[in-house]
């Protein structure tokens, strides 16, 4: 194993890095990188740890139940993560095809360390191309009232494949609270416009009418409230008075796709901390 | 006289490329640059045209009335400019300053093409700055209600200057009907938020409390409608979670003296044609 | 047939416009766009028609037959496009495969109006993409000094299949002046640098080495020049002290991606005038 | 005093973090924030360390005394700055004003830390503006072949206003060798082209003949070869072929404000490590 990320966050107080740094130093780790956050307003410390994983001479379990201690006596909100495991990840999908091209192609390319062992959609348009690339797709409408019914189905596949993160590539429904809190912080979607601008449906029509100059595309953490979760990136592209709301929807594609592949790269490197309803981002 | 600019409005229909290019050429115009755009939605048209102001050999009036009777069998809604023409222009302002002195600057560095006859604030705190560029500036404060009364003030100071474009260069007032009609189309206004998100007060706080991970600006026409009028011109900058909120106040400041300088700048080379809600560009 | 574009460039003078446009209108023809540029440095006009292809009411022969008069008396020199004929596109690749993966999607995307009918490489590498696109694919390898035989292989291949448009989707081999003349202003390739910065090979570690901030890709016309041909499009993206060679050439990635499509897209819909050694782009 | 940042570059070694941050733990200082960077190509460890001022319970001498020892026994190339000193600026400029302004206007505004106790020119062109601002404003001509004479008053200037960084703000003379040795790592030049493309003069000229899609500015450090010194800070802005040099001028003069006030910031917060060639910037 190559590496070990603590992920951490606690009230702010004096000489936290060093005794931070000085329990993992004690313990005969190299730490390759450090990055903290003080948030001056809320008086909260955050800092992403990433140590050198040949340096672990005891077992995992071992060394988590020693920091639990540690952690304890210091209000620590943390969490860890090995390198040589690879989340399981579940693509959910509509009838839009770009951003399941785009994290497909990234995942054959090696860019993102996870597995993708399936893809759901309500739609079976998408089916040709989980096959193209060979990766397990359930159909499952959602139709005639029978949303709870499906969602549990959703649920079930997700507890069977072990899955430790859903991103919504353009799944084009609303999932109830239930839903989304049974996988809190572990639900990534990409909204079609620039939160909070455009909330809701149709943005890009919505863009059109209001005639910005700019369009933009948010993938954010979902919660119960729509479009309200906290947001991970964000990235807009020029657009003018020629652009109608089909060649907006066209331009808004290539911003979707690269905004959606960053948010997912900066979870599975274990570089995001939610804090509230925002996010620190250690890049 | 370098240049004439017609900018033109109309229904759109067959020929009129033709129809109106031709008219300009039977007079004797060299047509230096000709923009269109053929909104598809609406079923409009839209025309810049630039025509070499050394081809005039009739009078102006002659000019106009001439197109008059041509315009009214298209039902061509119109204006004309002559580049000979410095229009006068009025600051509004408050307290803060980098609009101000971009402005002032760009207007010394000849980047502005019109005249500055005066500064009108709400509050003394500018004064020294319109003394570095000696320009006269006039302090109308807004208090115990007497609003309409400095509004009628700055009207009439408007008038007596001959004013063609009132610039609100973060003027923390928030105008009446009355007044934003008293020049339709030639007040703008820039937002400190990237509209339609964060309309109204305090935008870079509730930036920071959504978590963006941007922020713009949005130059537009000032309406009845507070922060709902024509946009001119947006744009925006990467910000992050250390980014507190007078961390985004100065780095949006950067982004508003950008946006509002541009948009000034189209209004003055009559590059913009307001379509309802819309602004047609042609840069 | 929905349109009919006219790409022009002549020498400028008085008229031309006017001229022009009732040439079309008097034959009936509804101008749909009509972009223009003068270069007012070589004296130079730009014009680039659409039409309304349902106005045509000769044959194709006859309305370009009358147009070559017309245009041998005004100097222009002219293309015309006819929206129902789509351009066959032959991909060169190597081992390098987003490029070809994002062209390969867009084109299921119906986003590039255009047919590929084979991809050529000089690796099988990349043969396993073409399958999942079920495209043919031709592995050439240069070797031994068989650099000449091998590009009279791809240019039979390229005739054989009638292709109008090479795109050098990261092809890692540099062709011959004779090759590129065989298809003057039809190949276009992608550099993994912002062109003219670090002109010719592994431009991402020279990149390090120079500690920039920014990093970009450029896509330009194949000329006998190496990386000195027309420039189609460009694009940066922000990068630290951080970012090593490999995360250099990973951020590189995407803006290769999306510069490479953009320029096909522009190529594709008859956007581009070459003029000289620059594009006029009509955007 | 609020703040005491400590800037240090060694070779990397385990424990370092722990070590550092311990020792000023250890002697009652609330680390503020601390960022680092690990070039692993060249292994080499670079921190930025802002400790809480009022935690300072001895002499700064004796801080700095006690530090030095520590220091020695690792290698640490460093350096200390305390936030009540304000450094002394000049600014060196010929004919062109936006960069002067800017800087004069961000200053009035707060936004840079320092003192500006004089503008040094080659031109009296200038002289006006610094009028407005009220600074000091020295024309020393270089004429004749006095440039050896010429460069020793600037720096007999520098020495007797205790100057610790020139900015050379569109100063359009090349400074000898001996000049920028003088004062390495504290001369900040801004090159108007996106380097390293364009170096040398006149690059908006050349980057309209190379028809380039974007153009840029860059800001670094002075160093004995003319565009070669490490680099800051770099932006750049789409142009298109409508944009002749005059217009690139234009268009390259809001860049180069931007990108070179952000580079002093930086020089100026004490953000900027030099590491041989390149820049570590921990913003």
């Known amino acids: 194993m190559k590496h070990i990320v603590f992920l951490i966050k ?5 000489g936290i890095l060093a005794d931070i740094s000085s329990y993992f130093a004690n313990k005969g780790f190299n730490i390759l990188q450090c990055n903290q956050h003080t948030d001056t307003i809320a008086n909260r410390y955050f800092m992403r740890l990433t140590l050198d994983g040949t340096d672990l001479k005891t077992s995992r379990r071992a060394l988590e139940s020693d920091f639990i201690k540690f952690a304890a006596e210091r209000q620590l909100d943390w969490s860890v993560h090995y390198s040589d495991n690879k989340p399981k990840v579940c ?10 091209y785009d994290l497909l192609e990234r995942h054959n390319e090696n860019e993102l360390h996870c597995e993708i062992p399936l893809i759901i ?3 079976p348009t998408l089916e040709y191309i989980a096959d193209q690339f060979k990766v397990p797709f359930f159909c499952l409408p959602v139709e005639n009232g029978n949303k709870a019914e499906q969602e549990q189905k959703v649920l079930d596949l997700l507890k069977k494949h072990h899955i430790e993160l859903v991103i919504l590539a353009r799944y084009m429904q609303i999932l109830s609270a239930d839903f ?6 572990h639900i ?3 909204h079609h416009a620039f939160l909070p601008a455009f909330e809701g449906g149709d943005p890009y029509s919505r863009a059109y009418e209001r005639g910005v100059k700019m369009i933009g595309a948010t993938a954010h953490y979902a919660t119960a409230e729509l479009d309200r979760g906290p947001i991970i990136e964000q990235d807009v592209e020029r657009v003018s008075h020629q652009s109608t709301p089909d ?6 594609k290539d911003i979707e ?3 959606l592949s960053r948010a997912v790269k900066y979870h599975l490197e274990n570089r995001i901390i939610i ?4 996010t620190v981002i250690f890049k």
């Open 91 to 100: 693509l959910m999908v509509s009838k839009t095809s770009h951003c399941l």
């Open 121 to 123: 959609s309500n739609h």
């Open 10 to 14: 606690c009230p702010d107080h004096k």
């Open 257 to 259: 796709r690269i905004v």
């Open 188 to 190: 990534i979607n990409i």
């Open 180 to 185: 989304i809190n049974a996988m809190p912080g």
């Open 247 to 252: 060649e907006l929807k066209r331009i808004g």
């Open 275 to 278: 804090a509230s309803n925002r």
